[in-house]
T-cell receptor
Framework: KQEVTQIPAALSVPEGENLVLNCSFT??????LQWFRQDPGKGLTSLLL?????REQTSGRLNASLDKSSGRSTLYIAASQPGDSATYLC????????????FGSGTQLTVLP | DAGITQSPRYKITETGRQVTLMCHQT?????MFWYRQDLGHGLRLIYY???????DKGEVPDGYVVSRSKTENFPLTLESATRSQTSVYFC?????????????FGSGTRLTVV
């Protein structure tokens, strides 16, 4: 059974700092990996999707990497802003599982002004 | 506006009652999913559907029923609500094909069973 872990559960940084969020998974036979953002009381917004054949994806100040062999992904946020404060969720799609996603519990990020 | 619409946004029901959560999408995505989100567990898959009239169980299906008579609708029914079903429920859809196959989520339904 695929298990996804995100550490730390919470992170607080000053504005302007570059930061890395970590995600690890137990089964390397993944279909893809997706990073989501969730604001309090809201749904999930997809940030980046990495296919199993890719090593990284970039969107603006965000860069996500994928290392299947080690079962790890990182989400790098450059020049953090208070508006980046949210919970970030990592989710893994497993091959042969009809596009179901297995989620980590998330990292709650607070960027202090 | 296009997207995924969940209703109601908030619901309080009593133990033993039947309650249905609605999900409607306007993209004609083939795949639709129901997840529940609980503190300490992240999101867990309840049921999913690959197409109209095709549904299958996820990780935590007990106590739930789904149907998909039309591609755009995927209602979730709690047959006899229990307090352990107090949660936030998210519906999602996914496209099939080349390129970016990503998920899109609805805004969620916060269900409280008293």
């Amino acid at each position: 059974k695929q298990e996804v872990t995100q550490i730390p559960a919470a992170l607080s940084v000053p504005e302007g700092e570059n930061l890395v969020l970590n995600c690890s998974f137990t089964d390397s036979a993944i279909y893809n990996l997706q990073w989501f953002r969730q604001d309090p009381g809201k749904g999930l917004t997809s940030l980046l999707l990495i296919q199993s054949s890719q090593r990284e994806q970039t969107s603006g100040r965000l860069n996500a990497s994928l290392d299947k062999s080690s079962g790890r992904s990182t989400l790098y946020i450059a020049a953090s802003q208070p508006g980046d404060s949210a919970t970030y969720l990592c989710a893994v799609g497993v091959r042969g599982s009809a596009r179901q996603l297995t989620f980590g519990s998330g990292t709650q990020l607070t960027v202090l002004p | 506006d296009a997207g995924i619409t969940q209703s109601p946004r908030y619901k309080i029901t009593e133990t033993g009652r039947q309650v249905t959560l609605m999900c409607h999408q306007t993209w004609s995505h083939s795949y639709m999913f129901w997840y529940r989100q609980d503190l300490g567990h992240g999101l867990r898959l309840i049921y999913y559907s690959a197409a109209a009239d095709i549904t299958d169980k996820g990780e935590v299906p007990d106590g739930y029923v789904v149907s998909r008579s039309k591609t755009e609708n995927f209602p979730l029914t709690l047959e006899s609500a229990t307090r352990s079903q107090t949660s936030v429920y998210f519906c999602a859809s996914s496209i099939i094909g080349q390129g970016a196959e990503g998920y899109t989520f609805g805004s969620g339904t916060r269900l409280t069973v008293v």
